[in-house]
C-alpha cells in the first residue's frame, strides 16, 4: 500500500533568474577568486523534487557569495525536472527519463548510443565537475527520517565528514546497482585522489528542518575548504553541533526484483533491528531478514518501486566518536 504524501512545508524558489551564467552553462555558476585554493562545487536539485539544497544556492547566489580563495561553483542540475514539479504528484518530479545521479561513469557520460534528459546535463555539466576538487551534493529522503550523510565507500570520505561534524549519522556504501552517483564520480571515487565529495541527506523532501539542515552542512563544508570564511555566511545558518557521530557501514542492498515487495513496518529510516533473523519484508512473497544484531535500515522505501531499485541498505555501527567542534 502506498504511503500518502508528506505535507509540503516549504516554497519552491523561482529560480529563472540564474539560468544565464559566466560559465555559458545554464544554472551553474563559477566564481574565481585569482587566488590559490580548491573549486568548491555546491550542487542542488540532482533530483527535480529536493528542494531544499535549492533554497540554499538560490540564496548564495542572491547573496552574491564569492570565493576569498580558489574557486567557487554553485549549481543546480536537473533544472527539467524541477520545473516539472506538480504539489499533486510531488514524487513524480524526481527526475525526467532516468535517475540524474545513476550515469555517472565515463562509460557511460561517452555512450553517444544513448541519449536523456538526465544525460544531456550530465553531459552539459561534466566539464566542471572534472576540475572540482571539493563536492558537496545537497539531497532529501522520500521518508522522514533523521539527516545523514552519505560518504562513499572510502576512508578519505569517512575523514572528511567527520571533520564536517553533522549530521551525526555517516553512512559507507558502495552506491547502487542501477548506476553511479556523482559524489562516487572518477577521482571522486579513487582513493588515491585528494579530490572528495559528500552527499548529504538532509531530511524529507518538503519539510522545513531539511532546509535548516541544508544550511548549516552548506556553511560548515564551505568554512571547512577554505574557500570562504565563516564571517563571509549567515550565522544563523550554523546549528549546534551533534555531541556524537556514528560512522554505519552499509553491508548489502536489498534490491528489488519486481514490485512485489513490502515491507513488515513502517519503517522511514535509521531503526535499528536488534536480532539477526528478523523479518522486514517480503519480496516476491519470500522473506527479507536482517543478516546480523543490531542492524541498521538504510533508507527504506517504495516511493520509487521498480525492478532493480534498492528498496533499503543493511549496515553496522562501525565507529562512534565525538563530533568536531
Not at 102 to 120: F, G, I, K, P, Y
Not at 261 to 280: D, Q, R
Request: net charge negative; hydrophobic share 40%; aromatic share 6%.
Amino acid at each position: 500500500m502506498t504511503r500518502p504524501a508528506y505535507p509540503i512545508e516549504v516554497a519552491f524558489p523561482d529560480i529563472s533568474m540564474h539560468e544565464r551564467s559566466g560559465t555559458g552553462i545554464p544554472y551553474l555558476h563559477t566564481f574565481d577568486s585569482g587566488v590559490p585554493g580548491a573549486h568548491v562545487m555546491i550542487n542542488a536539485l540532482t533530483h527535480g523534487n529536493e528542494v531544499c539544497g535549492a533554497i540554499v544556492v538560490d540564496a548564495l547566489l542572491r547573496a552574491e557569495l564569492r570565493p576569498r580563495r580558489g574557486r567557487l561553483t554553485l549549481a543546480f542540475a536537473n533544472v527539467a525536472a524541477y520545473r516539472r514539479f506538480d504539489a499533486a504528484k510531488p514524487d513524480a518530479a524526481r527526475f525526467v527519463d532516468e535517475d540524474f545521479n545513476r550515469v555517472w561513469t565515463r562509460a557511460v557520460l561517452d555512450d553517444t548510443s544513448r541519449s536523456s534528459s538526465e544525460l544531456e546535463r550530465a553531459r552539459e555539466i561534466r566539464p566542471v565537475i572534472d576540475s572540482v576538487d571539493l563536492l558537496l551534493d545537497l539531497h532529501s529522503m522520500h521518508e522522514k527520517s533523521a539527516p545523514l550523510i552519505v560518504a562513499g565507500p572510502l576512508d578519505k570520505g569517512i575523514e572528511l565528514s567527520l571533520k564536517l561534524g553533522a549530521p551525526a549519522t555517516v553512512i559507507c556504501d558502495e552506491g547502487h546497482r542501477e548506476g553511479r552517483r556523482m559524489r562516487d564520480y572518477e577521482a571522486f571515487g579513487d582513493p588515491g585522489s585528494q579530490k572528495n565529495a559528500l552527499l548529504i541527506e538532509c531530511g524529507q523532501h518538503w519539510e522545513a528542518s531539511a532546509v535548516a539542515v541544508a544550511r548549516d552542512v552548506t556553511a560548515r563544508f564551505l568554512k571547512l575548504s577554505g574557500v570562504v570564511d565563516a564571517e563571509d555566511l549567515p550565522q544563523p545558518w550554523f546549528a549546534p553541533l551533534p555531541d556524537e557521530m556514528r560512522v554505519v557501514r552499509v553491508t548489502e542492498a536489498v534490491v528489488a526484483d519486481s514490485v512485489d515487495f513490502k515491507f513488515a513496518g513502517t519503517y522511514t529510516g535509521l531503526e535499528v533491528i536488534e536480532k539477526a533473523g528478523t523479518v522486514i519484508g517480503w519480496s516476491n512473497g519470500e522473506p527479507v531478514r536482517t543478516p546480523y544484531d543490531h542492524c541498521v535500515l538504510v533508507m527504506p522505501s517504495l516511493r520509487q518501486l521498480r525492478p532493480g531499485v534498492t528498496v533499503v541498505r543493511l549496515g553496522r555501527i562501525a565507529q562512534r566518536t565525538a563530533a568536531s567542534h
